[in-house]
């Protein structure tokens, strides 16, 4: 049962313009959600993260909105670059006392940023 | 230098045998973790520790044992690999439960 889901298994932009990844999840015990990006031969880094307290963090060029009741997150780039073609991955935690901070991954989305 | 290494980086075996892939890390992280990556699914957990005498399963531990041998190292150990355990095998490490996973490059085993 696949808890974080990324239908968009890729993505094509082009540079300058904005990129919009999409992430929906069905478990409402999540109360954070993370972005994580993964370039070839490379781990998973992180990149932007938001609580559920929230519906909008912000961090430079990157902006992730959080839309609980409809259980969907997205991830905005702008501009996009040639150097954010990467994996990215989707994440979602549970929190609560006896949580170990669990990262449950959605499938990625592959995101190619054209010169 | 990388702060989570693990070796080796590429290993082909064949079914039956038995393996060992290792983590070590430099951040003095108390948690680590091993997580397997298959096409179209995402990274998913296999084990976890808290510390050297905490240990747990995570979703899909059977056929994986881990060895938490200090506090900068975690190996996965297949005891007999099968074709299915064929993946992108990662290993992260973590302050608190809510601080950022740093993750390894990956080891890319191919089970014959």
């Known amino acids: 049962d696949q808890q974080v889901k990324q239908n968009s298994p890729s993505l094509s932009v082009q540079e300058g313009r904005i990129s919009i990844l999409n992430c929906d999840y069905t478990?409402?015990?999540?109360?954070?959600f993370l972005w994580y990006k993964k370039y070839p031969a490379e781990g998973p880094t992180f990149l932007i993260s938001?609580?559920?307290?929230?519906d909008k963090n912000e961090d430079g060029r990157f902006t992730v909105f959080l839309n609980k009741s409809a259980k969907h997150l997205s991830l905005h780039i702008v501009p996009s670059q040639p150097g954010d073609s990467a994996v990215y991955f989707c994440?979602?935690?549970?929190?609560?006392?006896?949580?170990?901070?669990?990262?449950?991954f959605g499938q990625g989305t592959i995101l190619t940023v054209h010169p | 230098d990388a702060d989570v290494t693990q070796t080796p980086r590429n290993r082909i075996t064949k079914t039956g045998k038995r393996i060992m892939l290792e983590c070590s890390q430099t951040?003095?992280?108390?948690?680590m973790y091993w997580y397997r990556q298959d096409p179209g699914l995402g990274l998913r957990l296999i084990y976890y520790?808290?510390?050297?005498?905490?240990?747990n399963k995570g979703e899909i531990s059977d056929g994986y044992s881990v060895s938490r041998q200090a506090q900068a190292k975690f190996s996965l150990s297949l005891e007999s690999a099968i074709p299915n355990q064929t993946a992108l095998y990662f290993c992260?490490?973590?302050?608190?439960?809510?601080?950022?996973?740093?993750f390894g490059p990956g080891t890319r085993l191919t089970v014959l």
């Open positions: 992260a490490s973590r302050d608190g439960p809510r601080d950022t996973q740093y």
């Open positions: 478990n409402s015990m999540f109360d954070y």
């Open positions: 938001i609580s559920s307290i929230k």
């Open positions: 994440v979602a935690s549970a929190g609560g006392g006896t949580s170990y901070g669990k990262l449950t």
């Open positions: 951040k003095g992280h108390d948690r």
């Open positions: 520790s808290f510390d050297v005498k905490d240990i």
